[in-house]
């Protein structure tokens, strides 16, 4: 079982420990996670709805299998827009949502306050298979915990979104995450902007959350990579490099 335990993921996150995860298909089996985690020293697992099939029976399951080794759990949602629903895929265990391709403050506002439970938010009460429930099982107690230990994702994919990632750990987001892809689309579509590079948009970010408790994560697939953007001052990290690798 590894020693990072959920209660304390928020905290070593916020005050800039290295924090290293790795992604697992949201279908994985008992052994499938173990064997995920025994590949690095990670501290969490990461499924995702947007670019892979998605089932909330699977979510369920992968996400028990994950909080009975004491590893916390991310769910990156489908779309932007079903930020309405984060409390709904809450209530099915995940202790972190992703919401991708966001640069609308509003919708960020919607994310946080689906994610918080009141009077932070207005996440809807019945956590049927929410993580540590049973360490916390009054409604009060268990709102109050959530709302101190969840970790809420915004993952930057456009120059808005990068320009505005500190307004975005002002309204609530605990991490910034990266699409590097998307946007490498939007800065071809801007051909003037002064964020030239990927690697000027995750410096701009990284001055932006400077003595915020808001850190920037990014999907590394190399140890390589990741020591790179170490070195830049990254401090958190998704390792999809064995996801992706071909089979043994």
Known sequence: MKQHLIHTLKERIRSGEKVVGCSVRTWSSSEDVEAALEKGDYS???VDAQHSPFSEHDLVNVCKIANGLGVPAQLRIKHTRDAYLIGNMLDLGPSMIEVPQIDDLDLVREAVDNFR???AGRRSWGPSNGVEL?????RLEYAEW???HGVLWMQVETLAGVTRAAQMAATG???ISWGPNDLAFDRE?????PLKTDDDCILHVLEQLSGTGTKLCLRTYSDEQMARYEDMGVTMFLDEQHLFAAPE
């Open 44 to 46: 969490y697992i990461a």
């Open 117 to 119: 439970y009141p009077p």
């Open 134 to 138: 049973a360490a916390n099982p009054g």
């Open 146 to 148: 959530w709302n101190g």
């Open 173 to 175: 987001a605990d991490v």
């Open 189 to 193: 579509r801007h051909p003037g902007h």
